[in-house]
C-alpha cells in the first residue's frame, strides 16, 4: 500500500496519454493541492460533466501504470497562438493509480491513519535479556544459528558461520502478528490485519515496522464514492476516541479478491500528516481495549458504533470536521455547527405540551390578524413557523444530553458548557461572530462542546470511556478544556458579547 508521500515522489511531472484519445498527451504532477494534468493536443479534451460540473478522464503513464482521475474539474483551456495547440488544465480531487481497467468498482478497501497504533498496542516485538542465561540455552541458540546456515548454505550457496561472534547478549522476538478480528455488520465485513517493512536484519543495524491496516470488504462491489465514504464513517470512530484529526496516510483497493496488485488511492486535499506522522496529545494509555487480550471488546464496541451510522450520519459528520477544525484555529462558527449536530439527535427531543390543534388554532388567529392588517403572508407559512414551538429549544436539548451523561460528567460542568454554548450561538445566529476573534470563550467551548459529544456518542453505542485505570482522551479533553473555561471565566471580564 502505498502511502501519499510515496505517490507524490513518484508522481512529479510524468507523461502521460488520454486513454480515450491518443492523440491527447500531456504531463501529471501530483503535488497536494498544487496537484495538475496539462493534455495538449490539436483538439481540446472533451468530456462530458455532470450535474456538479465534475467529470472523470483516465490517462496512461509510460511505466504501464493506469491513473483515474476522478471528480476533476476543468481550471483551464487555452489554444497557442504559434503552434495552435490546444491545451486543457484538470484539477483531480481522487486519483486512482493501478493495472485494471476499470478502477472504479471496489470490492476492498484498505487504509492506514496516523496513530491508529495506539490502538492496537500489541508487542509485536519482544525482548528477553539473556545475562546470566542458561547454558542450555545458549547452546539452543546455537544449534538454531548453525542449523539456519546450513539450509542457506543448501538453498542460496555460501559458506556456514562457523568462526562468526557468537555471545548473545540479547535476544528480540519478532511475532507473526494474525488479523486481530473480523466482524460482519449489514452487507460488509471490517477487519484489522497488520503490514509493515523491515530493514537491516544483520551485522550492525536492524528495522521493523509493524503497522495496523484496516480493511472494508463488500458482498458486491461498489462505485469508488461509496468506497471512500464508508472510509469517513470508519475513521470518525477513531477521530472520537482520539479527539485529533488522524489524518489518513494510505488507500488502497481491489476489485476482487484475486487481484495480485492492488490500485492506490491519492487524495490532493487529503490532510497533511506531521513530519513525523505522530499526533500531539494522543498515547496508548487513553486508548481502551488496545491490548491483543482485549481485541475482541474493541471489536464489539466498534460494531456497535457502526450500528449507529444511519441514524448518526449527519451527527458524526459535523463532529469529525469541528473536531480536524479546532485543531488548525478558534471558530465560532464551530458552535453553531455542534449545536446543529445535537439539535439531528431525535432522541434529545423531548418535544412539549404545544399539541397540533394548538398550533392550528394560532395559526389560524395570526392568519386573521394578516389579513385585517393586509400583510402578504400565508397561512402555511405561519404554520410551518409556529411548529418549531412543537420542538424542544436548544437549552432542553443541552440538559438532556447532560442528564444522560451525568454519570460520566459533572452536572454542573454540562451547566457551565450549555450555558456558554448557548450563548456564544446566539452571538453568532444574531450576525456578531465577528466578536469571536477576540472571545477567550470559543476555543474552550468548542472543544468541549466537541468532547462531550464524542463521549455521548461512544458511550450509548457500547464504548465504556473508562479503561481500567485510564480514561480515553474524550474525557482528558473535556476536563481541560472545562478547566480552561473555568479559568478564563476567573480573569478580567471578557470585551467580547456571549
Not at 495538449?40 to 472533451?46: H, I, K, T, V
Request: charged share 25%; proline share 5%.
Amino acid at each position: 500500500m502505498r502511502t501519499f508521500e510515496e505517490i507524490r515522489r513518484k508522481f512529479r511531472a510524468i507523461g502521460v496519454r488520454a486513454a480515450d484519445d491518443p492523440d491527447l498527451a500531456g504531463v501529471i504532477n501530483l503535488n497536494g493541492p498544487e496537484s495538475l494534468l496539462v493534455l495538449s493536443g490539436d483538439n481540446p479534451y472533451w468530456h462530458k460533466k455532470g450535474a456538479n460540473g465534475w467529470f472523470d478522464v483516465t490517462v496512461e503513464a509510460a511505466n504501464g501504470d493506469i491513473l483515474l482521475l476522478h471528480n476533476a474539474i476543468e481550471t483551464k483551456h487555452s489554444t497557442h497562438s504559434h503552434n495552435r495547440k490546444a491545451e486543457t488544465h484538470i484539477y483531480p480531487n481522487v486519483v486512482v493509480i493501478g493495472q485494471r481497467k476499470n478502477l472504479k468498482e471496489v470490492k476492498f478497501i484498505g487504509f492506514k491513519l496516523v496513530g491508529l497504533k495506539h490502538f492496537f498496542h500489541y508487542e509485536h516485538i519482544e525482548f528477553q535479556d539473556l545475562w546470566r542465561a542458561p547454558p542450555e540455552l545458549m547452546k539452543a541458540l546455537l544449534a538454531l544459528r548453525k542449523s539456519n546456515a546450513e539450509w542457506l548454505s543448501a538453498e542460496f550457496g555460501g559458506t556456514e558461520r562457523k568462526d562468526e561472534l557468537f555471545h548473545p547478549g540479547a535476544l528480540y522476538i519478532t511475532h507473526r502478528v494474525p488479523r486481530a478480528f473480523k466482524f460482519r455488520l449489514h452487507t460488509r465485513c471490517y477487519e484489522i490485519g497488520f503490514g509493515g517493512h523491515s530493514r537491516g536484519l544483520g551485522w550492525g543495524n536492524i528495522e521493523i515496522q509493524v503497522d495496523p491496516v484496516a480493511q472494508i470488504s463488500f458482498d458486491e462491489p461498489v462505485n469508488l464514492d461509496q468506497a471512500l465514504d464508508a472510509v469517513w464513517e470508519w475513521q470518525n470512530f477513531f477521530v472520537q476516541i482520539a479527539m485529533e484529526p488522524m489524518p489518513v496516510e494510505a488507500i488502497s483497493t481491489r476489485a476482487d479478491k484475486g487481484e495480485q496488485s492492488p490500485a492506490h488511492v491519492y487524495l490532493p486535499v487529503s490532510e497533511e500528516p506531521s513530519k513525523n506522522s505522530e499526533l500531539r496529545g494522543l498515547h496508548p494509555a487513553y486508548i481502551p481495549y488496545n491490548r491483543w487480550n482485549e481485541r475482541q471488546k474493541l471489536a464489539t464496541a466498534m460494531r456497535g458504533w457502526l450500528e449507529k451510522q444511519d441514524e448518526r450520519r449527519q451527527f458524526r459528520a459535523v463532529l469529525g470536521r469541528v473536531i480536524r477544525d479546532m485543531h488548525r484555529r478558534s471558530d465560532i462558527e464551530n458552535v453553531l455547527r455542534l449545536c446543529a449536530a445535537i439539535e439531528s439527535l431525535p432522541e434529545l427531543d423531548q418535544g412539549s405540551d404545544v399539541s397540533k390543534k394548538h398550533i392550528k388554532d394560532m395559526a389560524a388567529g395570526a392568519l386573521s390578524i394578516a389579513v385585517r392588517d393586509n400583510i402578504p403572508v400565508s397561512g402555511e407559512r405561519i404554520q410551518n413557523a409556529l411548529s418549531v414551538l412543537r420542538r424542544s429549544s436548544l437549552p432542553a436539548r443541552l440538559r438532556h444530553l447532560s442528564e444522560k451523561l451525568q454519570h460520566l460528567l459533572s452536572l454542573d460542568d454540562c451547566k457551565l458548557i450549555a450555558n456558554a454554548a448557548h450563548g456564544l450561538r446566539n452571538t453568532a445566529a444574531h450576525g456578531r461572530a465577528h466578536v469571536s476573534f477576540q472571545n477567550p470563550l470559543v476555543a474552550p467551548v468548542v472543544t468541549a462542546l466537541a468532547a462531550m459529544c464524542a463521549v455521548y456518542d461512544l458511550s450509548t453505542s457500547g464504548m465504556q470511556p473508562i479503561s481500567g485505570e485510564g480514561r480515553i482522551n474524550s474525557l482528558r479533553t473535556w476536563e481541560q478544556s472545562v478547566g480552561e473555561l473555568r479559568w478564563v471565566n476567573s480573569q478580567e471580564p471578557h470585551t467580547a458579547e456571549t
